[in-house]
């Protein structure tokens, strides 16, 4: 596997771990106790923290992208092994 792979797919790991990260550790104003601003949403967040999603996300990806990576070189699960695969 060459090293724009590995970045293309670790990037696209790492860009999923994000987004699904994001709502982790958040609290609205209401579960805070502070007031709400004119115009601000019940619902958006009082504590983001933007560096802890990025944390959580390098070290979900990181652990996904060795397994990802493991399977790969060592060939635990092939297209072969999938249900319903007919081949060529």
């Known amino acids: 596997m060459n090293w724009y792979a590995v970045f293309a797919i670790y990037f696209l790991m790492w860009v999923i771990c994000a987004f699904i990260m994001l709502p982790f550790g958040l609290r609205t104003p209401d579960e805070?106790?502070?007031a709400l601003l004119k115009g601000q949403a019940d619902s958006a967040?009082?504590?983001f923290r933007p560096m802890m999603v990025v944390l959580?996300?390098?070290?979900?990806?990181?652990?996904?992208?060795?397994?990802?990576?493991?399977?790969?070189?060592?060939?635990?699960?092939t297209v072969e092994m999938l249900p319903g695969y007919r081949g060529h």
């Open 45 to 47: 967040p009082s504590n």
């Open 56 to 77: 959580r996300a390098t070290v979900l990806s990181g652990f996904l992208f060795g397994l990802y990576y493991a399977n790969y070189v060592e060939g635990w699960v």
């Open 32 to 34: 805070t106790g502070e």
